[in-house]
């Protein structure tokens, strides 16, 4: 029996041959001339170049999206410091989707800044609010996405912490 499939205009994607318990099944594959057939199925449906961007096209197909960030004055130590920011598709807010705030002190290595996530309101803003001892910290915010929104990375801020007075 075969088996072949031209899987939605995306070139031959499939080809099974089931052949019995008899040893000379092999045989009679090649003597029926299925290895033709296949090279003849090939031929006639090559992939295109859909099937190289399949997974490409999907993700551009998402509607992009827009995540920004800043922070409140410089604080000192042990003080709160507030970074807010807007996400948006377009002009469009976006409304109750999830923002996770991620910090670094070299803006290579970067882990969540909070184990909380914010949720933007009806104008699509967030707030995160968060004390650390002094030091430079380089923040950022972002978005996973969704089926129909791409995800999005803001901006870095900067936060110099002071050192307290004594």
Avoid at 62 to 81: N, R, V
Avoid at 107 to 115: F, Q
Avoid at 135 to 141: D, E, H, M, P
Avoid at 144 to 159: E, F, P, Q, R
Wanted: glycine share 6%; net charge positive.
């Amino acid at each position: 029996m075969l088996d072949w499939s031209y899987a939605n205009g995306i070139g031959f994607t499939q080809f099974c041959v089931w052949c019995s318990h008899d040893p000379n099944a092999l045989s009679d594959y090649e003597h029926l001339g299925f290895p033709q057939i296949v090279a003849n199925l090939q031929a006639e449906y090559p992939a295109t170049s859909l099937a190289a961007t399949s997974s490409s096209a999907q993700t551009s197909s998402k509607l992009q999206t827009h995540l920004t960030i800043t922070s409140s004055a410089t604080p000192a130590a042990g003080q709160p410091t507030t970074l807010s920011g807007t996400l948006t598709q377009g002009s469009t807010p976006r409304r109750s989707a999830k923002v996770d705030l991620q910090i670094s002190t070299d803006k290579t290595h970067w882990e969540l800044a909070s184990n909380i996530a914010a949720t933007t309101n009806a104008k699509g803003a967030y707030t995160f609010s968060k004390s650390l001892p002094a030091g430079i910290y380089y923040f950022r915010a972002t978005y996973a996405g969704n089926a129909t929104y791409a995800k999005a990375t803001s901006n870095v801020v900067t936060i110099t912490v002071k050192a307290p007075r004594l």
